[in-house]
Nanobody, 118 residues
């Protein structure tokens, strides 16, 4: 059974930084290394939206709101996905989720809250 556990959220002032982590278990290292993975976020009253992703072939893609400020990376030896977030803004406040699509199913973590104060 695939399990994803996010961490690293918290309260930060505008302009600050956070690094989110998502550790995957129940997945072999070879699958983790080759599979697409992504970070999404959901703010109160809004739909869940894509923030950044690794597509097949390790290409990266970012939402316009994240370009130039956020960086997605992965440590295949640790089965861990990261999201480095810099220059945070109050509008980045949301619950952040990692996503692992596998065998026609989407796996999600429990989410980690990011709150950016102005």
């Amino acid at each position: 059974q695939v399990q994803l556990v996010e961490s690293g959220g918290g309260l930060v002032q505008a302009g600050g930084s956070l690094r989110l982590s998502c550790t995957a278990s129940g997945i072999s290292g070879s699958i983790f290394r080759l599979n697409a993975m992504a970070w999404y976020r959901q703010a109160p009253g809004k739909q869940r939206e894509l923030v950044a992703q690794f597509s097949i072939g390790d290409r990266t893609n970012y939402a316009d709101s994240a370009k130039g400020r956020f960086t997605i990376s992965r440590d295949n030896a640790k089965n861990t996905l990261y999201l480095q977030m810099n220059s945070l803004k109050p509008e980045d406040t949301a619950v952040y989720y990692c996503n692992f699509p596998l065998a026609q199913r989407d796996y999600w973590g429990q989410g980690t809250q990011v709150t950016v104060s102005s």
